[in-house]
T-cell receptor, first 109, second 115 residues
Framework: GQQVMQIPQYQHVQEGEDFTTYCNSS?????IQWYKQRPGGHPVFLIQ?????EVKKQKRLTFQFGEAKKNSSLHITATQTTDVGTYFC?????????FGQGTRLTINP | EAGVAQSPRYKIIEKRQSVAFWCNPI?????LYWYQQILGQGPKLLIQ????????DSQLPKDRFSAERLKGVDSTLKIQPAKLEDSAVYLC?????????????FGDGTRLSIL
């Protein structure tokens, strides 16, 4: 079945440093969604990418969808303590939306 | 708009006991999902409802888990009997449709601990 892998599993950075998480699917995706889960909280939708090669920005966050629609990345510029949490990608293949295992971001102030 | 409501927030039971969780989705959302999130992992879909019909329950352990959404609005998920490996957060989510092209809105979840 469809698998969605994320790397790294954990990332610790100093406040102000950049952060990137990568998402790879075993199958071609029709779209990919990104969610953020704060410690003790629930996943909250951030963005959806649909088109091959698409790039979207939300303030300091940049999301990319690969040309082959099998991979995606989330880049945060100049991290802030409010960015702490786990970032999940979720890919939609032929059937259901499948979540990756997430990248947990911790920040040293 | 009101968000997805879940109850209880926490539940502690002994193995082999039964437990039930309740979810009320966002008003007007046709699709309801139940996910299991084990610590350190991503949400795993257990069952997806479209109105009151089941769309996908391929990963639901049907020998012990059951779910219903009788009137196409709120839903219950039951575990009977519980096993130690069922310790997890059970998340309910809803979306306007089940195409997978719309955001899913999650509730706060029920944290289940099995002793």
């Amino acid at each position: 079945g469809q698998q969605v892998m994320q790397i790294p599993q954990y990332q610790h950075v100093q406040e102000g440093e950049d952060f990137t998480t990568y998402c790879n699917s075993s199958t071609t995706l029709s779209n990919i969604q990104w969610y953020k889960q704060r410690p003790g909280g629930h996943p909250v939708f951030l963005i959806q990418l649909v088109k091959s090669g698409e790039v979207k920005k939300q303030k300091r966050l940049t999301f990319q969808f690969g040309e082959a629609k099998k991979n995606s990345s989330l880049h945060i510029t100049a991290t802030q303590t409010t960015d702490v949490g786990t970032y999940f990608c979720a890919g939609k293949g032929a059937q259901k939306l499948v979540f990756g295992q997430g990248t947990r971001l911790t920040i040293n102030p | 708009e009101a968000g997805v409501a879940q109850s209880p927030r926490y539940k502690i039971i002994e193995k082999r006991q039964s437990v039930a969780f309740w979810c009320n989705p966002i008003s007007g959302h046709a699709t309801l999902y139940w996910y299991q999130q084990i610590l350190g992992q991503g949400p795993k879909l257990l069952i997806q409802f479209q109105n009151n019909g089941v769309v996908d329950d391929s990963q639901l352990p049907k020998d012990r888990f059951s779910a219903e959404r009788l009137k196409g609005v709120d839903s219950t998920l039951k575990i009977q009997p519980a096993k130690l490996e069922d310790s997890a957060v059970y998340l309910c989510a809803s979306s306007p449709s089940g195409t997978g092209h719309q955001p899913q809105h999650f509730g706060d979840g029920t944290r289940l601990s099995i002793l």
